[in-house]
C-alpha cells in the first residue's frame, strides 16, 4: 500500500481564527479517498516552522555527543536521523496544493476568508476512542485495530499527513476498508503541551482515550540534533500525559453499568414461561415447579432426587435475544446455599436438545445476592460434559435461558454444594449487564517502577535491566509522573507497560503475559502493545490495573482470547499487596544517576549492543532514505541502527585523537 492510496493531505487548519475572539466551534473538511475529518481545535497554530533537509548520520553522532546512551532508550524514546525532516518538507512541497487548507500556519495561494467552514456530509464520530500518538508506530496500530473491531477512531495529532502514511506503512495487514476508513476522525493542529488545544471540541463524541506518545530524537529544522520541537520527555511523558488526563477528567462522560432486563416476574403469565425439565424424561423421580413469590418475584422449588438421575432443570420460553453488546447475565436471587447453574442456549445450539451453555453459581441461604455470570464464563456441554470443540458462546441470538440444581458440576465430578431432598431459589429478575470499559488505557514502560524504588548509585547498578541502569534524561521518571496521573485521575483506567521493543519475529503470534509489580524482563513488538492496547478498551476486565506485558515462549492463534485471560488474572491496583506487590512508590526526581564512565560501561554491555545492531527499541533512519520518508536504498533498521554505531564510534575515536 502506497502513502498516496489514502490520499490524506498534509493540511491540518481549514479557518483562521483570532485567539481573543476564538469561538467554541469545531471545522472541519472533507478528504477524498480515505475521507478523514480533518478538524482543528479553535486556536490556530500562526507561525510556521522551516524546513530543512537531512543530513548525515556523522552529524547525527556529533550531535549526540555525549549522550549516545540515547540510542538505547528503545520504546521510551524514538529516534530519527538521517530523514527526520522528510515529513516537514513533504509539508512545504505540498503545502499550497489546496487554496482553502492550512499547513502550519499559512493559508494557500488565494488565502480564505474568514470564518469559513467546510462541513463534513458524514455523521459526528459517536463512542468514539480518541488516540494519542496516533501517527507512531504503536498508534497506528491501535487506530487500525480498533478501526478494524467497528469503532470510531479520532485521531489526534500535531500532523495530519504523518498519520496517512503511518497507516500506509503497517506491515503484515490488510488494506483497511472504505467502510473502515469512514469511522476515522483525523482532529489535526493538537499540542498535548498546550492545554488549550485540549478543547471540549477535541473530544466532541469520545468516549474513551488511548495514549502511546513518546518524545521524538532527530535532526532539526534549524541544524543539529535533538528533541523535536523542544518536545523533551519531560514535556511528553509527564506534562503532556497530566494535561491529557486532566482535560479527559473534564471532557469524557461517565461511564456506568448498563441493564437490559431479559425475564421478570410480575405474575401468573411470567410463571406460565418456563417449563419444567427434570430427570424424568429419563427415568428419574426429581420433581419442580415455579410458583409465584413475594411482591414480584417468583420461587423455583421442588425436589431433588437422587435415585434415577439425580438433576432438577426448567427452560424458558423461545426468547431470540441479540445481546451481543452486553457482557453476560445478572440474577437477582434468594437461595437455600446451594449451587446451581444457569443454561443459555444460542442459535448454534437451539436444535439441539441434549446440548447448552452452563454457568455455575452459588446461593447464600435466606440471602438475596446479585450475581453476575459474563458469557465467557459458559462452557459448552452434552449432558453435563464439556464440548471442547464447540464454539464459543455467541449472545447475538440467545433463544433460551434455563436453570438446574445437578447433583454433578461438569464432566460427572459431583457439585461441591447439594443436597438431595427439597430446594428453594427464589428470582427477581434475570438481565444482560454490561460493565464499564477503561476510559483511558496509557502506554508506560517497564521498568519506571524499579527505577522510581531506587536510592543510590548502587541500587542503580545492581538493577537488572540497562536502561534503568541509564535512565537517560530521567524518562523513566517522567515516564512514571504521567501514569501516576492515570492512575490518580478518578477516571477508570488502564496502564499498560511496554517490555523490551523488538522488530524481530513479527510474522508470528505470540501468547502474551500480563505481569504485575514491574519485576520481570522481556520482549514483545510495537504491533503487539498496540493490539493490547486497543484490546484493554473493550475489557471491563482491564479496568484499574497496571501491568507490564511480554511475549510468552509459544505461539497463539487465538489472541483475543489469550488477551481476555491476560486481563481477567492480573489484580487490581488496589488489592495488589494481596498478591504480594508491594504498594506503588511515590514519584520523584532521578536518583543515583551514573557518571559518563558509568555511562560508557552500560552501552558497551552485549545485550546493549547486540539490541541496537538488531534495531530494537527507537527508530533509527539512515541517510539514503527518500523525502517521502520511504527508503530507496536502506530500510533495514538493523543496519540503520548498525550504521549510527559505527558513525558514533568513529566520532569517539577523532575526539580523543584530536584530544
Not at 527505577?451 to 548509585?457: D, F, M, V
Not at 488474572?569 to 558509568?598: C, H, Q, Y
Amino acid at each position: 500500500m502506497s502513502a498516496t492510496q489514502f490520499n490524506l493531505k498534509p493540511c491540518v487548519v481549514v479557518c483562521r481564527l483570532d485567539r481573543a475572539t476564538a469561538r467554541s466551534a469545531r471545522t472541519s473538511r472533507v478528504l477524498p479517498g480515505l475521507k478523514h475529518r480533518v478538524s482543528t481545535n479553535i486556536f490556530t497554530q500562526k507561525a510556521s516552522r522551516s524546513v530543512a533537509t537531512a543530513g548525515s548520520l556523522s552529524q547525527a553522532a556529533a550531535a549526540v555527543g555525549s549522550s549516545p546512551e540515547l540510542l538505547l532508550v528503545g520504546g521510551v524514546v524514538t529516534l530519527v536521523a538521517g530523514a527526520a525532516a522528510a515529513w516537514m518538507s513533504f509539508a512545504k512541497d505540498n503545502a499550497n496544493d489546496d487554496p482553502n487548507t492550512w499547513v502550519n500556519g499559512r493559508s494557500g495561494p488565494e488565502g480564505m476568508p474568514e470564518d469559513e467552514e467546510v462541513v463534513d456530509p458524514r455523521e459526528p464520530a459517536q463512542d468514539a476512542v480518541m488516540v494519542f500518538g496516533a501517527s507512531g508506530k504503536t498508534g497506528r496500530e491501535v487506530v487500525a485495530t480498533l478501526l478494524r473491531s467497528g469503532r470510531d477512531v479520532v485521531a489526534a495529532v500535531r500532523d495530519a499527513s504523518k498519520l496517512d502514511a503511518a497507516l500506509a506503512e503497517l506491515q503484515g495487514e490488510v488494506a483497511l476498508t472504505e467502510t473502515e476508513k469512514e469511522r476515522l476522525f483525523v482532529r489535526a493542529g493538537v499540542d498535548v503541551t498546550d492545554p488549550a488545544t485540549l478543547s471540549p471540541d477535541l473530544f466532541a463524541g469520545v468516549q474513551q482515550v488511548v495514549t502511546a506518545l513518546g518524545p521524538i530524537f532527530g535532526k532539526l529544522p534549524e541544524g543539529g540534533f535533538g528533541y523535536f520541537d523542544g518536545m523533551t520527555s519531560e514535556k511528553v511523558d509527564s506534562q503532556g500525559v497530566k494535561n491529557i488526563v486532566a482535560a479527559a477528567a473534564q471532557y469524557l462522560p461517565k461511564q456506568e453499568r448498563a441493564e437490559e432486563m431479559v425475564m421478570q416476574f410480575f405474575g401468573a403469565g411470567d410463571l406460565a414461561a418456563w417449563n419444567p425439565l427434570d430427570d424424568v424424561i429419563m427415568g428419574g423421580n426429581s420433581s419442580s415447579a415455579w410458583v409465584q413469590g413475594a411482591e414480584n418475584t417468583a420461587v423455583w422449588q421442588g425436589d431433588l432426587v437422587f435415585f434415577g438421575g439425580g438433576f432438577c432443570g426448567t427452560r424458558s420460553m423461545q426468547l431470540d435475544r441479540d445481546l451481543s453488546k452486553f457482557d453476560g447475565i445478572s440474577l437477582r436471587v434468594k437461595g437455600d446455599g446451594q449451587r446451581y447453574k444457569l443454561n443459555l442456549k444460542t442459535s448454534y445450539n437451539a436444535a439441539m436438545p441434549e446440548y447448552t451453555y452452563q454457568a455455575g453459581f452459588d446461593t447464600v441461604d435466606g440471602e438475596w445476592t446479585t450475581i453476575d455470570l459474563p458469557f465467557n464464563s459458559f462452557v459448552p456441554v452434552k449432558m453435563g460434559n464439556e464440548l471442547s470443540d464447540a464454539p464459543a458462546l455467541d449472545a447475538s441470538l440467545v433463544s433460551t435461558l434455563g436453570m438446574v440444581l445437578s447433583r454433578f458440576e461438569f464432566n460427572g465430578l459431583p457439585n461441591p454444594r447439594h443436597r438431595e431432598g427439597p430446594f428453594r431459589l427464589e428470582v427477581q429478575h434475570m438481565a444482560a449487564f454490561r460493565n464499564p470499559r477503561p476510559q483511558f488505557v496509557h502506554m508506560s514502560s517497564g521498568g519506571v517502577e524499579r527505577n522510581a524504588r531506587i536510592e543510590t548509585e548502587e541500587d542503580r547498578k545492581n538493577c537488572v535491566m540497562p536502561i534503568v541502569q541509564l535512565n537517560p534524561g530521567g524518562t523513566l521518571n517522567f515516564k512514571y509522573d504521567g501514569e501516576t496521573a492515570v492512575r490518580s485521575s478518578g477516571l477508570q483506567y488502564s496502564v499498560v507497560r511496554s517490555s523490551g521493543l523488538v522488530t524481530e519475529n513479527l510474522d508470528k503470534t505470540y501468547v502474551l503475559q500480563g505481569l504485575q509489580g514491574d519485576m520481570t524482563t522481556g520482549k514483545i513488538s510495537r504491533g503487539e502493545v498496540g493490539r493490547v492496547l486497543a484490546a484493554a478498551i473493550g475489557e471491563s476486565s482491564a479496568i484499574n490495573k497496571t501491568f507490564e506485558v511480554r511475549r510468552g515462549d509459544e505461539e497463539n492463534a487465538e489472541l483475543k482470547h489469550n488477551m481476555h485471560s491476560m486481563f481477567t488474572t492480573l489484580a487490581v491496583d488496589t488489592d495488589r499487596s494481596l498478591i504480594g506487590i508491594r504498594p506503588f512508590p511515590a514519584p520523584g526526581p532521578p536518583k543515583g544517576m551514573p557518571d559518563e564512565n558509568r555511562k560508557q560501561e552500560i552501552l558497551k554491555d552485549e545485550r546493549v549492543v547486540a539490541s541496537m545492531k538488531r534495531g530494537d527499541g527507537g527508530r533509527v533512519r539512515s541517510e539514503e532514505e527518500a523525502p517521502d520518508g520511504t527508503s530507496e536504498a536502506n530500510d533495514d533498521l538493523a543496519a540503520a541502527t548498525g550504521k549510527m554505531i559505527t558513525v558514533l564510534e568513529q566520532e569517539k575515536t577523532k575526539a580523543e585523537v584530536n584530544a
